[in-house]
């Protein structure tokens, strides 16, 4: 069967389903799909009319599916934009937004309410002014916190559900001692850390609401080749996000003094890990980040191996657009493959992020490679200092870990490989991407059909098409006029000064209420608004392509998207 796009709309909970939106209603939608937090940001863009902007309220939530039964994304409303006459942007997050909401633990039954949690296989801080308030509970790994987080406070408090099939543990345990809660960090802050120590383990929350914890996945699903549905990919690789000096600052410890009858001494535990090999190959690049509940050298130690072990090298990142997408990377599961005209692999890999551009014919944006340590650990605008270990505290300050295995090879990204695509293999080389579409070739597989790529999505899509001549003979456009020339979007809505005008052309009435259809038994019906006033839609744009040209739903508005570096992952 092919693509049916298929928006549904659900109440406060996502399980209250209230209908269908409309297809010819919709002037764009796009979402994206993290290996670290699931379903994550999108956008719903309507031609609703200002006097019907309650129509979808903050806090409901929506489903894109290809076609009824094959959901790719589900999002709450976490914000409305309604714009006179007509025009209404709904700003969407993934599930694993309530991972942000829940805090596990507190400062006392008498204070907030809550205990002080405490996870771990020994118990080194009896000293701690709330020593005796907290609960314990035993946990000998950081995937054992995990699940205990889940069940002691995500799943009562959010609409996520836990499923021992979508539970994994790393192949190699990482041990953990103890980590203590006082309700001052959210759940999704702590999973970063976790995770990382446990492998770099996949998680967040899928399309079904399911909480999903992964070990890296080597499966490879959709394959996708030049001249047929992979536009463009370009490889980047720098110095830029190598980091080989880990200033980590975890909690506080309290520590007997040394004066009978005193009070304990107090300081807040930290440690420089340095990779040596790396920092005499690059030069020292420092980076801090903050772990309040790090108390002890080897839970230390663990977080920064992981660490350096993934940020100590320059590693390749990928960036790749794909047409007429029939299937989705859930990074989460599987990677892709790419293929040259000739059949050869380029790259083989699991996203990092893959973006889609939800339309008549969808398109994806796919990172491979690295992410950013400075959008999961962000470093605050000064320096600071806190009160150092005494001198005869031990297990304080830090260590050099264990080196990488330096590779110039290696991409990190799950790179090319000749054979099923899983990690390792040869670098990419710009001979190996010069084998793709000539300029000539490409410009005109894009002018073919409007639906492919339109001038919104050249001039804010893609950080590559930002300049002149952006993109060589590796696939890509090689100018941007020649490209916003040829290629246009067929609905004519191409920024926000247009609203008045297509609003105006359309003919919406006031009774559409959003193009939503009833349809509270899951069923589409194809269209037809509430109340049956499917006729009001009708307007100038009453054909059933009316919104395959929604390009400009990757408009400027849409979070700065001119560079992949620049995104706030919210993570």
Known sequence: MGFGRRIVRYGPSPSDLVGTVEDRAITGCWFELQRQGGCGRGELKLRD?????????????????????????????????????????????????QLGEVYPGGFGPTRDGQKPHRYGVTDPFSLDPDHDLETADSADRPEEVIRRLLVDYVVPATSIAFDDSAFEVADEAVELLSVKFNGEESVRSILKDLALRAGGLSWGVDETGTFFLRRPSEEI???????????????????????????????????????????????????????????????????????????????????????LMRYGQPLSRYEAVIRDASEVVRPWLAGARLLDREGNVLIAGVPETVRVAFDHRPRLQMLIGIDDPRELWPEPPHDERWPIAPADASDWGGDSVDPPSFDDGDDGGGGGDDSDGGGGGSDVTSDDLSSGLTSDELTSSLATSSDDVSSDWLSSGVSWWDSDDSVDGSGGVTSEGDASSDVTSDRGISSDDDWSDAATSTGVSDSAWSGLSS?????????????????????????????????????????????????????
């Open 49 to 97: 009319r200002f006097v019907n902007r309650r129509a979808i309220e903050v806090g409901s939530w929506i489903a894109c599916e290809y076609e009824p039964g094959d959901r790719w994304y589900l999002g709450r409303v976490e914000s409305r934009s309604v714009t006179s006459p007509a025009g209404a942007r709904f700003r969407l997050e993934g599930m694993a937004v």
């Open 221 to 307: 699903g959709p394959t996708w080749q030049e001249g047929v549905n992979l536009v463009s990919l370009v490889e980047h690789r720098d110095l830029e996000r190598v980091y080989n000096r880990l200033l980590l600052t975890g909690g506080y410890v309290y520590q007997a003094a040394a004066e009978s009858g005193a009070r304990p001494e107090v300081y807040r535990w930290r440690g420089h890990y340095v990779q040596p090999e790396s920092r005499d190959r690059y030069g020292e690049r420092r980076i801090r980040a903050w772990a309040p509940w790090i108390r002890t050298g080897v839970d230390a130690k663990a977080f920064a191996r992981a660490f």
């Open 519 to 571: 349809d509270a038994d899951g069923s589409s019906d194809g269209g037809g608004a509430i109340d049956g006033s499917s006729d009001d839609l009708s307007g100038g744009t009453s054909n059933s392509d009316d919104s395959s040209g929604s390009d400009d739903s990757f408009d400027s508005w849409s979070y700065g998207w001119s560079s992949w570096g620049s995104w706030d992952s919210g993570r």
